[in-house]
């Protein structure tokens, strides 16, 4: 069969070798005869790699000793939710930073809990005036999600004048770049789009703000009775977490962060020098705020669209339509996403572009 490239935003592309290795050890988990979608939760053979998957996080993201590292059911809307609840307790208001769909609707989700003062950062595919953004003293936090998924736009950094615990959903662009985990209160990242699959995300969360629960928290969810539990209080999704353990053994064997930070700038940079240079297709989001994870793109001519996608998918170029509110196409890059599936991408709109002009 020939390699198909997977361009779907999430669940998204897996390495082949981790999916290889997934394979091969399907009967027999780390010797001992059992397939690790069967394995006790409590034996100590998933006990040894849970722990030593924390520390493989820790080393990879440079992460202090004053964080905890948490695996906890559910995606990144069940935290949606979450966040606002365990960090509510003593004060009743949150800045939300809305950049795009993710945080928008993260906003929406947490009105129930807390009250927000939103700012829009970005409109129209560019940042606003920074002089507008309006920061509360006294809020809990500051939310805010550095890659919009569905907008195309990355916003890595921005100004904290009261030191107010920043929270950032990380789902589509964690491991894509060195990040500071110092400048952060809570880090946290569903699984399907840089750390394998389904099921649970990673929540990487500042000692301090462990107590900070309100009394409605459900049990499962409460960040300090999982950090007690080491993420065992009820069953951990165990298959999803051993898939998170081969992601990281092969981001190290690659190089780590450092290795897919180069990357994931060499396979955006060509398909924006691309898009931006022909007369066929279009990105219309502001060069300083382009993800480098997800790149939306518009055919000029849109009645093109399906035709685009048909053909695409025939050259085994799959998933790349747009999202429907964002509508077009888009083409996720993440780290399992390799140089030649971009090059194949180019080819291929270069080629459509010609037989369609
Ligand atoms: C995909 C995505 C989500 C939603 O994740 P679920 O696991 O479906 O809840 C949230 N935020 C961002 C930035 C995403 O890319």
Redesign the pocket.
């Known amino acids: 069969m020939a390699r198909l490239f997977n361009f779907n935003?999430?669940p998204a592309m897996l390495p082949h070798s981790v999916l290889l290795r997934a394979q091969a050890e399907m009967l027999n988990f780390n010797q001992t005869a059992i397939s690790p979608l069967e394995i006790g939760h409590r034996s100590s053979a998933f006990q040894n790699m849970l722990s030593s998957l924390q520390d493989k996080i820790k080393k990879i993201m440079n992460i202090p000793n004053n964080y905890s590292i948490l695996f906890l059911p559910?995606?990144?809307?069940?935290l949606f939710s979450i966040i606002p609840m365990n960090l509510g307790k003593k004060k009743s208001t949150a800045d939300y930073f809305i950049s795009g769909s993710?945080s928008e609707l993260a906003s929406k989700f947490a009105q129930r809990y807390i009250q927000i003062n939103n700012n829009h950062i970005i409109e129209q595919h560019k940042l606003t005036n920074k002089n507008t953004w309006n920061y509360n003293k006294e809020a809990a936090y500051i939310y805010y999600?550095p890659?919009?998924?569905i907008n195309g736009v990355e916003l890595i950094e921005f100004d904290n004048p009261y030191n107010v615990p920043v929270v950032a959903?990380f789902?589509?662009s964690i491991l894509m770049y060195k990040l500071d985990v110092e400048k952060f209160g809570i880090i946290f990242a569903?699984a399907?789009?840089n750390l394998g699959i389904?099921g649970i995300?990673l929540v990487i969360i500042r000692n301090d703000l462990l107590d900070q629960a309100m009394e409605i928290t459900p049990e499962i969810f409460n960040f300090k009775v999982q950090q007690e539990n080491d993420s065992c209080k009820n069953t951990i999704p165990v298959y999803p977490v051993y898939i998170m353990d081969l992601m990281m053994d092969w981001i190290q064997e690659n190089g780590g962060v450092e290795y897919f930070a180069k990357q994931s700038l060499i396979k955006s940079g060509m398909l924006y020098d691309y898009i931006d240079n022909s007369q066929f297709y279009v990105n219309g989001v502001d060069k300083s705020i382009r993800s480098r994870a997800n790149i939306p793109f518009d055919i000029i001519n849109n009645n093109l669209n399906d035709h685009f996608l048909t053909k695409a998918q025939e050259k085994g170029l799959l998933n790349l339509k747009g999202h429907k509110l964002a509508g077009g196409m888009r083409a996720s890059l993440y780290n399992a996403m390799p140089v030649n599936g971009v090059e194949a991408l180019i080819l291929f709109m270069q080629q459509f572009a010609r037989e369609n002009t």
Request: proline content about 5%; overall charge negative; some cysteine.
């Open positions: 935003p999430g559910g995606g990144a809307q069940a993710w999600c890659n919009e998924t959903d789902t589509s569903s399907q789009k389904s995300s």
